[in-house]
């Protein structure tokens, strides 16, 4: 009986944690949207070159703010309990669909976005697919550098259905593989801007739904492989 009491503690303590860090990420993200279409509509053109520096240092500090903001809020859902299962998804016409509200972001880092699918049905919460391909194509595009190629592609072979996210950064030092998908570490390839939840956030959603994580170097690109492997009856 005490066992399951601090067991019930325990699980509204962790829910009430999820509520709050899911909400603080929503009242922040407003703002923050606020003040970068603010910036946005400011004239640098005859502005001097000390302020326009300033502005841009904002501007950076802002989509930093905002990507930390939006991060936490996908880790409070990754963390949630799993839903009803989900019906079969078109998962070719559903990586299209994510990789076209990426490609601004894209563009901004002057990478290319590229897709090798398959046509193949999972059964995955649209949610959860959206978390796990916006976190990957972030963090390769964050990570890949200017001038980067990052490469989605998904099929089915004999050991069932598999998606995968390719990008020609530096790849990952051994010596952060052991602690790779622990929350807020950042590896030391990390770019200014990560927070270390990327990767934290897609390992959650694959606990979840029984995929199973495997990290390789991409052997065309150079940089990460990341693959889930799904389990048939998904």
């Known amino acids: 009986m005490v066992k399951k009491m601090r067991q019930d503690r325990l699980r509204h303590a962790l829910a009430a944690e999820r509520r709050f860090v899911a909400d603080a990420s929503h009242e922040l993200r407003t703002p923050l949207t606020a003040i970068r279409a603010q910036l946005d509509t400011i004239d640098r053109d005859g502005l001097p070159p000390d302020t326009r520096r300033a ?4 501007r950076r500090a802002v989509d930093r703010s905002s990507r930390l903001a939006q991060q936490l809020l996908r880790l409070a859902r990754a963390d949630a309990a799993p839903a009803a299962p989900a019906p079969p998804l078109h998962l070719d016409q559903q990586l299209a669909a994510i990789l076209s509200d990426l490609f601004p972001l894209a563009l901004r880092h002057d990478n290319a976005l590229e897709l090798d699918c398959t046509p193949v049905l999972l059964a995955i919460a649209a949610e959860d697919l959206e978390m796990l391909v916006a976190n990957l194509v972030e963090n390769a595009i964050h990570h890949g550098g200017p001038g980067g190629s990052v490469r989605v592609g998904c099929g089915e072979d004999s050991a069932g259905l598999w998606l995968r996210v390719e990008d020609a950064g530096p790849g990952i030092d051994p010596a ?3 602690r790779l998908f622990d929350r807020f570490h950042r590896g030391s390839s990390a770019g200014a801007g990560g927070a270390g939840l990327g990767l934290a956030i897609v390992a959650a959603i694959a606990q979840r739904t029984g995929a199973r994580l495997v990290l390789d170097r991409a052997p065309d690109l ?7 492997r799904f389990p048939r009856h998904l």
Do not use: T
């Open 55 to 58: 502005l841009d240092q904002i």
């Open 222 to 228: 150079g940089g990460l492989r990341v693959e889930l």
């Open 176 to 178: 952060d593989l052991p």
